[in-house]
Antibody, heavy 119, light 108 residues
Framework: EVQLVESGGREVRPGGSLRLSCEAS????????MHWVRQSPGKGLEWVAG????????GYADSVKGRCTISRDNAKTSLYLQMDSLRAEDTALYFC????????????WGHGTLVTVSS | SYVLTQSPSVSVAPGQTAKITCGGNNIGHKPVQWYQQKPGQAPVLVIY???GRPSGIPDRFSGSNSGNTATLTISRVDAGDEADYYC???????????FGAGAKVTVL
């Protein structure tokens, strides 16, 4: 059974930093492109960042470019998102999602970790 | 950047058919995915590459894509289909995933 389990979300002050993690099991992790997708309270889905199987291809949404860094450790079957200079509009549930190919359909999803940016 | 436009909501009686549209410039030239998200749950892929169905998704779910509109059709709707549905494409110009704003399906 495919499992993606996110962690690291918490309440943080504006301007602060956070590192989200996602641990995968039940999949051949290095066959998957991995992505972060967020959902602000009561809103729709927004792609945040993605990384291909070996880290050679990385992309960011304009809303987070320059403030976030996505990375992965295939040996630990884990995905990460370092978030800096956090803003109130970054408040959201952050999902980890996997695709068999960097631009392929997102076939595996975690349940999300909540980030709240508030003073 | 590429924009996907979804009608915000659809109401349908049990047993009837729900159609959700997703508009985009020449979207017919792009593979479209559809995700179902029930309250408090993670999204689930229900249609990939316009009309493919992942394992475990009932054949009541079908998709089509042509011109400037992609469509998700849910036949014989039941209460368990009540959810938000999002269309999605990969925009090669921006190198980004793009999601529609979502459409809420309400079963009367």
């Amino acid at each position: 059974e495919v499992q993606l389990v996110e962690s690291g979300g918490r309440e943080v002050r504006p301007g602060g930093s956070l590192r989200l993690s996602c641990e995968a099991s039940g999949i051949k992790f290095d066959d998957y492109g991995m992505h972060w997708v967020r959902q602000s309270p009561g809103k729709g889905l927004e792609w945040v960042a993605g990384i291909n199987w070996n880290g050679g291809r990385i992309g960011y949404a304009d809303s987070v470019k320059g403030r976030c860094t996505i990375s992965r450790d295939n040996a630990k079957t884990s995905l990460y998102l370092q978030m800096d200079s956090l803003r109130a509009e970054d408040t959201a549930l952050y999902f980890c999602a996997g695709a068999r190919g960097y631009t392929s359909p997102l076939s595996a999803w975690g349940h999300g970790t909540l980030v709240t940016v508030s003073s | 950047s590429y924009v996907l436009t979804q009608s915000p909501s659809v109401s349908v009686a049990p047993g009837q058919t729900a159609k959700i549209t997703c508009g985009g410039n020449n979207i017919g030239h792009k593979p479209v995915q559809w995700y179902q998200q029930k309250p408090g749950q993670a999204p689930v892929l229900v249609i990939y590459d316009d009309s493919g169905r992942p394992s475990g998704i009932p054949d009541r779910f079908s998709g089509s894509n042509s011109g400037n509109t992609a469509t998700l059709t849910i036949s014989r709707v039941d209460a368990g289909d009540e959810a938000d549905y999002y269309c999605q494409v990969w925009d090669s110009t921006s190198d980004h995933y793009v999601f529609g704003a979502g459409a809420k399906v309400t079963v009367l």
